[in-house]
């Protein structure tokens, strides 16, 4: 049995740092959402045009969402 927990407890460590690492992009790129939208406001967006929301809703999915919204 100790096998058992032992591997239980590698998958879980494994899921929780992908999780975070999954976290961390999702924050990158909201932020660099946020950053062109700024951008294209202060250009008056001549020429340019500020990510529509499904683009931002889809990059803000979640643990667990799987792309699902």
């Not at 990158?28 to 809703?57: H, L, M, Y």
Request: hydrophobic fraction near 35%.
């Amino acid at each position: 049995m100790s096998r058992v927990d032992a591997y239980k407890s590698c998958i879980a460590q494994f899921v929780e740092e992908h999780r975070e690492a999954a976290r961390k992009h999702q924050e990158a790129a909201n932020q660099a959402i946020g950053e062109w939208n700024d951008f294209a406001s202060s250009t008056g967006n001549r020429g340019v045009r500020a990510a529509t929301k499904p683009a931002r809703e889809q990059l803000r999915v979640g643990a667990g969402d799987h792309g699902q919204r």
